[in-house]
């Protein structure tokens, strides 16, 4: 069994998320970890954050990059 030929690799869902964050400028200052399973169709984001709205953009940013994605958080607020 293969897998169609629009499905993408674990790799290229977590490029995908860390460019979206990346487009942020605070949020690629925090240099949050990604990592996805696209056979799941989630993602885990984890790191630190100075804000309460980071982190939610954060999340929001990474929904964003696939329908109906789960995305998994681990990220702390720690004011600066």
Known sequence: LSA???????????KAIRAKLDSDDAL?????SV????????AKISGTVASEEMRAKAID??????????????????PT
Do not use: F, R, Y
């Open 4 to 14: 169609p030929a629009a499905k993408i690799s674990d790799s290229d869902l977590e």
């Open 28 to 32: 690629q200052q925090a240099h949050l």
């Open 35 to 42: 990592s996805a399973d696209v056979k799941d169709n989630k």
């Open 61 to 78: 940013l990474a929904k964003s990059v696939q329908p109906g994605i789960t995305i998994e958080e681990e990220i702390d607020v720690k």
